[in-house]
């Protein structure tokens, strides 16, 4: 992956300097998710899979 990815942490992380961090990133037409705490691992996938996939979570949580 490349090295200029500018990662953003979740708004739902435990602040700044925690270590239990998502941290997402958009690159080259994909959408990069990380644990903070192993940040040389991380999994890629479309933005429109990952929508899916939030409004599918967001249904079995009504």
Known sequence: MAENI?????????GQDSSD????????GAIRLRESDAP????STTP???????RHIQTKRR
Not at 21 to 28: D, N, P, Q, T
């Open 6 to 14: 500018a990662w953003q942490k979740s708004s739902f992380s435990g």
């Open 21 to 28: 961090c998502v941290e997402l990133a958009s690159a080259e």
């Open 40 to 43: 040389t691992q991380a999994l």
């Open 48 to 54: 429109e899979s990952l929508a899916a996939l939030i």
